[in-house]
């Protein structure tokens, strides 16, 4: 079966992602990644110094698409010029609705003229998230929506669970459930040999978490979890008259820039079947 063959535009944290989760799926075929002029003559580190390094798309040879993952401000621009080269193309620029709507106006004509697709808005958010929201929507038609991102961190409590015997580090985040009661998510580090069990216990025991819901989960790296990781809550209630007060609650921590790889990929699964012009990302849940 033959594969489909993707560049990756821009190698950055996105690129990065894109470029790992490309070479990670067997029916897919990492073409090449473009860098700046300047930076093209530079071979890339492992995992990927076998892919090659271009200064334009057209060093690449034929594509089924190419992942636009430069700076916002450069996404249309790039995305014209690879529309322009009859490359289909998948983006995930970080604008909000009107930004996205724009966008599209300006590449359908294009993406038209050259007989190629454009894919817009297939990211996190905008993108996978949007989807989460429209289902919520879907199942609570009447209802309000509220969205807290990252959510916040109390630094008494992360030094309260870093006393605890067998925790090497840990990271205290707090938010309301859907009954407003505060909840503290306790992510620990453990030194090795440390019993999970008897640590969460021992939290759920101190004073300081008296009282409270608290939830304990192993990390292999408070750090990474620092650095790379993405915090949301979305819920949504209804404000329907009848009896059943309907609720939905999604709360996640995760890196931002693997799930917008992911999503991006998926769309690019479907960049040969498309009609030629610039569509906003959609998913069938």
Not at 176 to 193: K, N
Request: aromatic letters at 4%; hydrophobic letters at 45%; glycine letters at 10%.
């Amino acid at each position: 079966m033959k594969r489909t063959r993707l560049a990756v535009v821009g190698f950055g944290r996105l690129g990065r992602a894109c470029a790992e989760t490309i070479l990670a799926d067997a029916d897919l075929e990492l073409a090449g990644v473009v860098r700046r002029p300047e930076a093209a003559s530079r071979p890339l580190a492992r995992p990927f110094a076998a892919v090659p390094v271009a200064g334009h798309i057209t060093e690449l040879g034929p594509l089924d698409g190419a992942l636009v993952c430069v700076p916002t401000e450069a996404v249309v621009g790039v995305a014209r010029e690879l529309l322009q080269h009859k490359v289909p193309i998948v983006e995930c620029a970080a604008v909000d609705e009107a930004g996205l709507r724009r966008n599209q106006e300006a590449l359908h004509a294009i993406a038209l003229d050259r007989r190629v697709a454009a894919i817009l808005g297939a990211g996190w958010a905008p993108g996978a998230l949007t989807v989460f929201q429209n289902l919520f929507r879907l199942l609570i038609p009447k209802g309000e929506t509220e969205i807290t991102y990252r959510p916040g961190v109390s630094l008494h409590h992360s030094a309260a669970a870093r006393e605890v015997e067998g925790v090497r580090d840990a990271l205290c985040a707090e938010l309301r459930g859907e009954s407003g009661r505060l909840q503290r998510y306790v992510y620990v580090e453990m030194e090795p040999g440390a019993d999970p069990t008897r640590v969460s216990e021992a939290i759920a025991a101190d004073p300081l978490f008296l009282g409270e819901e608290t939830r304990v989960f192993p990390v292999e790296s408070v750090a990474s979890l620092e650095q790379e990781g993405h915090g949301i809550v979305l819920s949504r209630r209804g404000t329907s008259g009848r009896g059943i007060h309907d609720s939905l609650l999604l709360e996640g921590r995760f890196d931002a820039h693997a799930f917008s790889a992911r999503v991006m990929v998926d769309a690019a699964r479907g960049l040969p079947g498309r009609r030629p012009g610039a569509h906003l990302y959609s998913v069938l849940v």
